[in-house]
C-alpha cells in the first residue's frame, strides 16, 4: 500500500466518524426538542392558567362535572380538551419515533391523568373533541390513556 492509498483510507475513516458524530448528535438534539415541547405545552397551559382570571374560574368550575356553563365556557372547555388532546399526540408523536422513552412517557401520562381526573367536567368536552376530530384507540399511548380515562369516568359516572 501507497502513501497516497493510506492517506485516502485514512480520509474514508475519519469522514465516517464525523458522520456517525453528527448523526448521535443530530439524535440528542431531536430527543431533547421532543420532550422540550411537551413541557412547553404544559408550562403554556399553567401559565394560561395563572394569569387568566376567566379560564382559571372555568378550571374552578370544571372540578365539578355539574356546574352548568355558559356557551363562552362551553367553547374554552371545548379548546381546553383539545389542548390535552394535542399533549396526548405529542406524547404519542414521541414515543413512536423513539425520542421519548419509556419511563419518560410514563412520566407525561401520569401528568395527564392527573390533570384530567382533577377537572370531571371536562369529560364530557373530550368526549365530543375525540369524536368530532376522529381519534382513535390504539393510535398511541397518549390517546389509548386518554380512552380509558373517559371510559373509566363513563362507567363510574353512569353516563
Not at 49 to 75: G, I, P, V, Y
Not at 127 to 139: C, R, S
Not at 142 to 157: A, C, I
Amino acid at each position: 500500500m501507497n502513501i497516497p492509498e493510506i492517506l485516502g483510507a485514512s480520509a474514508i475513516v475519519v469522514s465516517l466518524l464525523f458522520v456517525a458524530y453528527e448523526l448521535r448528535l443530530s439524535n440528542r438534539i431531536a430527543i431533547r426538542d421532543s420532550r422540550a415541547g411537551i413541557l412547553n405545552m404544559w408550562t403554556e397551559m399553567a401559565s394560561w392558567q395563572l394569569e387568566n382570571d376567566s379560564l382559571a374560574n372555568l378550571m374552578t368550575k370544571l372540578m365539578n362535572s355539574d356546574t352548568e356553563l355558559s356557551n363562552e365556557e362551553r367553547t374554552r372547555a371545548k379548546f381546553l380538551a383539545g389542548q390535552y388532546l394535542s399533549i396526548c399526540g405529542m406524547i404519542n408523536s414521541g414515543h413512536t419515533t423513539g425520542l421519548l422513552p419509556d419511563e419518560v412517557m410514563k412520566l407525561h401520562l401520569n401528568i395527564v391523568s392527573f390533570n384530567v381526573q382533577s377537572y370531571p367536567g371536562l369529560f364530557p368536552f373530550l368526549l365530543e373533541y375525540m369524536d368530532a376530530v376522529g381519534v382513535a384507540k390504539g393510535t398511541g399511548p397518549g390517546t389509548d390513556r386518554m380512552f380509558d380515562l373517559v371510559s373509566r369516568h363513563n362507567s363510574e359516572s353512569g353516563t
